[in-house]
């Protein structure tokens, strides 16, 4: 019987394999039934379109496994084979709760050097100053992270999907990092605005540059303990990229967690802590929606993520871009009219608003705005697909690399 042309360009007819005789289907000259050489009736586009797909798709799973490596739980993919990250990987929980179990341990015993893991110091009065003891309450909680990560990600999360019946490996692994994420979102995000809305500079631009510097060397209890976990989660983000599975926007990903920690760390040492509170609040909101569309999405339901996409948009326009870009001009605005120069850099002790401090610090939000806008580009092309075509919203800045199915069950 001959073997039928392609019925339409996108169907790739493979041609029979090879058996253990050499020929092609089995049969001693390598005839098929029907035909006198085995070639008359065989269409050469199909056979040379099958080749070339098979060889096209070992060259792409190839390159994938490059860093694509499996660690224990089939609910990780890491994205190196960098023998620190894989034994980090392996051992993340292990090792996160032997470090806090020592340090909950040696506080009991009354120990000194456990007490600054554990508690904000570095008290004036009711309010705080920053200091050295800083470094281990952030360490802490960068161990503390590392850990409810770890238990989310591995036996907490993975059971949703299984319960709505989801059996896609990959679907599951991104619920639990999507998972992940947005609880910690909602939680820091609430805190956070629970001490902005008790501040003096809530919905006021103004108020956080005014009294600068008395005021601002002194900090609430609540927002240094909000930037101190802050910052512990964006380092430890640096460790999250590479203990999850490589995305498409791995650099892009991989500069802005580095650009955030510089500005997070510069503007709690230039006492810039009332403006970094509330641009991370901002930065922080659009991700809401975006990661409960991704949940969504992985639960296989297509119309809600479409709707919870839309006000991911209208949310990262007026946050990332307007109040963000506002936010920025206004330290050239308000700023300067509410910083005399008696209380600039060097006239002024504690004080660090200076031209070249301040527009160091103003370059780095430059960068971060230009991956946001590299980001903003990405967004309106998966919105052309929703609009024009039709198509599902699927958030086009960190889709796998490779887009080969993983059926199995995690």
Request: hydrophobic share 45%; with cysteine.
């Amino acid at each position: 019987m001959a073997t039928p042309g392609p019925p339409h360009p996108a169907i790739i007819v493979e041609p029979p394999l090879d058996t253990k005789d050499g020929t092609k289907d089995g049969t001693k000259d390598g005839t098929r039934e029907g035909t006198r050489d085995g070639a008359k009736d065989v269409d050469p586009v199909a056979v040379y379109s099958g080749k070339t797909a098979r060889l096209r798709l070992r060259r792409s799973r190839a390159a994938t496994e490059k860093h694509r490596v499996a660690v224990g739980s089939r609910n990780v993919v890491l994205s190196t084979r960098n023998p620190l990250i894989v034994w980090l990987a392996k051992h993340e929980l292990t090792l996160s709760f032997v470090v806090i179990l020592c340090v909950r341990l040696s506080h009991w015993l009354g120990l000194a050097w456990a007490h600054p893991w554990l508690h904000i110091e570095h008290a004036r009065g009711t309010r705080y100053v920053r200091g050295p003891h800083d470094l281990w309450f952030v360490v802490n909680w960068i161990f503390q992270i590392i850990a409810a990560r770890a238990v989310m990600l591995h036996h907490v999360l993975p059971l949703v999907p299984r319960y709505f019946g989801v059996r896609n490996a990959r679907s599951c692994r991104r619920f639990g990092e999507t998972g992940w994420f947005l609880c910690y979102i909602l939680l820091s995000w609430s805190i956070g605005f629970g001490i902005w809305r008790d501040s003096p500079y809530y919905m006021n631009t103004r108020g956080m540059y005014v009294d600068y510097p008395e005021d601002h060397v002194l900090m609430p209890y609540g927002l240094k303990w909000y930037y101190l976990v802050q910052t512990a989660f964006w380092i430890s983000n640096i460790y999250t990229i590479f203990v999850e599975e490589r995305r498409k926007d791995h650099v892009e990903m991989l500069t802005h967690h580095v650009v955030t920690i510089a500005l997070v760390l510069l503007s709690y040492h230039f006492h810039f802590t009332r403006f970094g509170h509330v641009f991370m609040l901002v930065m922080d909101f659009p991700d809401i929606f975006l990661s409960a569309a991704k949940l969504i999405r992985y639960l296989g339901n297509e119309m809600l993520p479409n709707i919870l996409f839309g006000l991911f948009t209208v949310s990262w326009v007026a946050t990332k871009h307007y109040l963000c870009i506002k936010m920025m001009l206004s330290i050239w605005t308000e700023g300067i009219v509410e910083v005399p120069l008696e209380k600039r850099y060097p006239h002024c002790p504690d004080s660090y608003a200076s031209y070249p401090i301040v527009g160091f610090m103003w370059a780095i939000l430059c960068v971060l705005q230009t991956v946001l806008i590299y980001w903003f580009v990405m967004i309106l092309k998966v919105l052309e697909k929703v609009l024009v075509k039709g198509e599902d919203a699927e958030d086009s800045r960190s889709d796998d690399e490779d887009n080969d199915d993983d059926s199995q069950q995690p």
